[in-house]
């Protein structure tokens, strides 16, 4: 109950703050040198704006109270103003509050200053200002100031809600003039200025518009990221929606508005009586729809993000994906209908336009071919989709999972797959439909991870592929899945060689932790936005050359940003660990060996050696440069490379470039997808 209390008072607050903003500048607008106090509508909405300003307190005041019962989990602390207190006191939250509530009174003040006083233009804005910054100030407690607090990532969404109540708050205001000349009796009576304080406002609610769905563009798509899937599965998806949905009837009245009953009040008297009740009849409706539109905006702000919400059942047989359709003939075909027919719906909105033709069929034939274009494109996108098909691996996508997952493999699935999961075993003829390469075809990048996952649980019907739901737990199948997306990855890592390709961070190798000699331990990702790695894949005896020249260069290493982790590629017996540490000056892994070993073993191909015969073989010495974001640059295989880097002058030239790039994209996700 407190919860939709809660969202009741939001809602009035909010509303209440947009209409005073759009009601302000609305004012300003209207007001000039020579208007009268004889403007009814102007004088009755101006009476308004202190009792807007109290709404506003009075909203502020309720969401303080629900706001800490829901973060105490007490409903009872709704009534207790020592728990106020403590909100305030203690958290970012209450602390935003009060700057709202203070600005919230200095919007109060100014609405009772400019109610007794003389019109200006100037006293408006003033109230418009502060209104619009109380407004703002609640962006710092949004889903777009949950991360990193920054200009970029809060201004997009303030200025969403200040544009949007330009245009909301202007709403009343015109249905306060028509309401005005309701019992004039022709258009010559109607008053001039009104009708160019319309104009006027309709003049600027077109940029104003544009820019609100920019903004709300921006802000959605922060929200989103690349979580499309959630806008059709999650609550907060079904919000967004039904506010475009809203969004898109008030455009289309908007429009009306613009183009044909503004325009008519200027025109005979029978025209100007028809415009003006078809103006007073749909802007009404256009409020009332707005305001549920704000009800709805309410909602979604305290929805979990898309880009943060857990799709645990996907509720469609299907869904679509460029990855997974692209290229296929019946996709290419529907693509390029669809977007034939969408230049004619353009070209249809122009001619419309340019011929003058009726409003309907102006609007009729470009809707009508633009749904035509979605009929064609659509279709061939969709794939199969399954309950799974979304959901997150809860197993992260480290070492120790790929190398579990690469045993259960090769207990499991060698006999049909093959031991490199090329679709090569030695039953794979014996089926009807042959297994698919994992291995060099990219089906981990066209099907997503949940897909992987429902169909080493129920098996493929039809295909010979049998269900591991009742031998394999459901971390062990998670696990099997990060091997495959592991090994592909591997595969596509064949293009890495001992040069840094600059400012091209693609692929993104698996986390994995160990414990050295040294008695330090961590993770990969310990190092992110500090130090690139150059990962040493060594063997014992064979790499002793090298790893002396590591150790007599470690302090050049250092100083150019790079940490050193060797890790063994073959066991080691005390007196051989003994023999390699002495004296050493980076890290040897002693724990996590095995499993960093076996899964970046899959890194060891390359385009003169792809090694895709029988299991595989793992080089006796490989070295992985990784840069400070993740991502792995550079590769050196002396038995492919030759001489490479030995020299530490090369491999220096290489970290200075990773040295001089920036933060290009994002860390890589902990998780397959």
Known sequence: MIEIIGALLRWLQLASNMILIGSCVFLAIAVRSKTTLDTPWLARLARVLPWLSVTLLLGLLGLLATTTAQATGMAENAWRPGAWLELLQKTRIGLIWTVRAALALLVFGVALYIRFSPWARWRYMLCATVAALTLAAGSLASHSAAGELTVISVLPYALHIVLASVWLGGLPAVLSIMSATTGKRSHEEVDRFDIQTLKRFSAIALPVMVAVVATGTIVANDMVDTSYAALAATSWGWFLNTKLALLAVILVLAACARHIWIPSLDKNAEVAAAGGSGLRKWVTVEFMIALAMVLVATMLANAVPAKHAVIEDWPYPFRFSIDATWGGLGMMIGAGIGVALLILAVGAIAIGRAKHWETKWRIAIPALLAACALVAALPPLATQAFPETYRKTPVPFDAISVANGATIFAANCVLCHGPQAKGNGVLAKTFPIPPVDLLTEPHTAKHTAGDFFHWLTHGIPGTGMPAFADKLSEEDRWDVVNFLHATSRGYQARLINPYVAP????????????????????????????????????????????????????????????????????????????????????????????????????????????????????????????DRYGYLRARWIPAVDGTGWTDIGELMRQVEQLNREKELRPPPDDHVH
């Open 503 to 626: 400012n091209q961070p693609y692929m993104a190798p698996q986390n994995f932790s160990y414990s050295a000699h040294d008695d330090s331990s961590g993770t990969l990702k310990d190092f992110r936005r500090q130090k690139a790695v150059l990962l040493v894949l060594f063997s014992w005896p064979e790499s002793r050359a090298r790893l002396d020249l590591l150790r007599q260069a470690y302090a050049t290493l250092r100083d150019g940003n790079v940490a050193v982790l060797a890790v063994p590629v073959n066991d080691l017996n005390q007196q051989d660990l003994a023999g390699i540490t002495t004296g050493m000056t980076f890290p040897i892994a002693t724990q996590g060996a095995s499993e960093i070993t076996r899964s970046y073993s899959l890194f060891r191909r390359t385009l003169s050696n792809p090694d895709l015969a029988g299991e595989g073989t793992m080089p006796k010495h490989m070295e992985l440069l990784i």
